[in-house]
């Protein structure tokens, strides 16, 4: 399957320069491995060199990067080269993928009080509970569970193998044992909202879990009970964010990052990869919490440095005040 350069303009927009309308494109690729019937792109100033070394029949750039692209070959100018790719790549998926099958595969076990949109997508060996609802246009691709009274917004996408609402990890201690405290509450996820593979988001204790509208969660996220997520967050595969929990909108969290709970953030807070979160964060920008790799010999020593930090503290203030005093 391929698609004429000119299709791609047409749809999308951006400025064709130093090509044909007529061109087909094969595929979309990155810079260093693309061919002559390849489309890439560049978001990056910093990879000029595999721009200019790119074999690609065209390359989307940002108007900056115009003359430098100009001299290798074609190119498409936009004002957002990152942006415009994702929107080529939803086109490629249009224009040549099998269409979804629409309805509830025969597989699939769908309680008959739960509601599930005619437009709705319900995939192989998925599981939809007593009271559950699916939005218009939603795909749950397969081996999903959506449990008892749990609402799924529209166009959201849910891949194979997550949980949504199951019992958030409540227990109260007696006498050296567990009481289970019943989870009473259940997950409300908004509209446009992709959650990756065997993501796990639990239901509220007394309350519901909110995801809101527009967030992006990536594989193998731990979401706890009561947690609020805020519009258009997005986190990275292996997130676990802890019960009651709350994240502003716009928030972006790095993989493998920890946020404990009972915590919150401001909108537009963005924490690196492997980053604790042990406090809220109330103002907005990047957040980093972590200590840098080493080789072991020398990071042993950085550590055991580090545990004296307080006694010399305690060292430094006497010395302080000693000389106030003197």
Known sequence: MSLLLGHIVDALGGSLEGGGYDTPISRIAPLEVAGPGDLSFLSNPRYQQQL??????CVIVAPAMRDVALARGACIVADNPY???ARATQLWRERNAPAVSVGVHASAVVDATAQVHPSATIGPLCVVERGAHIGAGTVLKSRITVGEDCHVGARCIVHSGVVIGADGFGFAPENG???KIEQLGAVRIGDDVEIGANTCIDRGALQDTVIEDGVKLDN???IGHNVRIGKHSAMAGCVGVAGSATIGAHCTVGGGAIVLGHLEMADHVHISAATVVTRSL??????????PIDDNARWEKNAATLKQLH????RIKALEQALKAA
């Open 52 to 57: 200019a070394a790119s074999r690609a029949a």
């Open 83 to 85: 942006v415009y790719f």
């Open 177 to 179: 044992q567990w009481v």
């Open 220 to 222: 193998l996220i731990q």
């Open 282 to 291: 109330t103002k907005p920008g990047q957040y980093t919490g972590m200590f």
């Open 311 to 314: 006694s010399l503290r305690e």
